[in-house]
């Protein structure tokens, strides 16, 4: 069995609690993993199979393949078949697996089922990954690089990467910058650990002149009060505080940075605040830039998901205000996969140096054949034609998800602009843990607002979740809207 299909199977199986792995060909083993799990009960008596057509989709097989294993196990009586019914799990008792004992079920189980449906933020739709077009550019690639490109690594990266992503990044993003600008990483978190190194060693923080010009070394960071502790564990690692800067309607309140000597840098999310979801104000992106030209420091700009813009074209990077002044940073994260392992640093001209010698003489992160492959991957114009193809995708995701909670829930809707792969729902006040809870006992795995907070943040604290909308494959993402409306609390 082709690797890739086993990989896609197990990533789609795991919203039917299946285990698609093992010898045997693509029926046999749908088969056998649908029997186990009516027969370990992870798929319950009563359970509805989604359509065979939607499900061939989602595995990548031919629908011939699943209506026969859906067949074969109706012959067999496991599942049953009833016009405008559909396929359910048969309504008996499962028997034992041979060799195991019957599987006691608590009466009153101390915690929720293994979840049925990941509504998590952060993960783009794997399921729509250009294959073909990445393969094509990977061929067309390899063919024509040069020898040279197969010996030791560049640490500033490939130039046809560099090239491709000049030009992108100023024709989308509105970023002024030339290939000896950009550095390629192998990611946002990367980026931030060649800025700030560990123990205080990186180039925004480390004992050379050239480092120290301009970098704040051992002055705190300001960052927005909301966003990933995971990118705060970071700077702490780094031995670096990061100090909340409070949030409203427009955005990060960069005027509260005159307030502290300190602070000679901020890292900040502008065209879309995670998680909160608002743009920082057009006022408040000039006012940031006179900060760091009056202060002499410097503004990380994180352009997360600055592509997906649902209500008008995207709000263009902060860096094109005064390249000297911001550290843009990018990567393929969500608009390709978190799989791909490629970023980049837009860098004002006196951090490069620095930067490169953080990476080392020799790229230790990103593979060359990658970078040569998303490089042809842009210039063969696949790269804009999968975005705009995933921009459609994700906004309709997300009109589902508003359409369904002004159905069931009209006393509560997402919050910010309609961008990005994820939403905040606003709650009642005081019910934000009960309703994570509730969430959980539906089957969902989703996160609270609160888990975002900066645990210094002194504003006042919002009861809300995060949606993710992109995860969820297509035939299950409606049940998934239904578990999470059940979940809401009453108006």
Known sequence: ?????????????????????????????????????????R??????????????????????????AYAELVAEGWLTARQGSGTRVAERAAPP??????????????????????LRQ????????????????????????????????????????RRALAGYLGRARGVRTDPERIVVCSGFAHALRLLFGSGGGGV???????????????????????????????????????????????????EDLTESQQIRSVLLTPAHQFPTGGPLHPSRRAAVIDWAR?????VLEDDYDGEFR????????????????????????????????????????????????????????????????????????HYDRHIRRMRQRYRHRRDQLVNALATHAPHISPTGVAAGLHAVLRLPPGTEQSTAKAAAWQGLALEGLAEFRHPEATMPAPDGLVVGYSTPPEHAYGAALEALCRALPPG
């Open 97 to 118: 697996a041979r060799g195991r004992l019957p599987k006691r079920t608590p009466t009153r189980p101390t915690t929720p089922a293994t979840p049925t449906y990941d």
């Open 43 to 68: 798929l319950a008596p009563g359970t509805r199979l989604p359509p065979y057509r939607s499900l061939a989709a989602d595995l990548g097989i031919a629908r011939n393949t699943v209506a026969d």
């Open 204 to 254: 925004l923080h480390g004992p050379s002149p050239s480092s120290r010009l301009r970098s704040g070394r051992g002055h705190p960071i300001a960052v927005e009060s909301y966003g990933l502790g995971f990118h705060r564990s970071i700077l702490d690692t780094a031995g670096v505080r990061t100090v909340p800067l409070g949030l409203d309607e427009k955005g990060a309140r960069t």
């Open 1 to 41: 069995m082709a690797e890739s299909w086993v990989n896609l199977a197990e990533r789609i199986g795991s919203d039917l609690h299946l285990e698609l792995s093992g010898a045997g060909g693509r029926r046999a083993v749908l088969i056998r993993a649908l029997r186990d799990a009516v027969r370990e009960g």
């Open 310 to 381: 649902y209500d008008r074209e995207p709000v263009g990077a902060v860096q094109g205000l005064d390249p000297e002044r911001v550290v843009y940073m990018g990567s393929v994260s969500k608009s390709l996969s978190p799989g791909v392992r490629l970023g980049w640093l837009v860098l004002p001209e006196h951090l490069i140096e620095g930067v490169l010698a953080a990476k080392g003489e020799r790229e230790a992160w990103v593979s060359v054949i990658d970078q040569l492959t998303l490089a042809d991957l842009i210039k063969s114009g």
């Open 122 to 161: 952060g993960q783009p739709d794997a399921a729509s990954f250009p294959r073909t077009a990445w393969l094509a550019s990977a061929r067309r690639a390899l063919n024509s690089a040069p020898n040279e490109a197969f010996g030791p690594g560049d640490p500033q990266g490939r130039v046809e990467l």
């Open 294 to 298: 009056t202060r002499d420091g410097l």
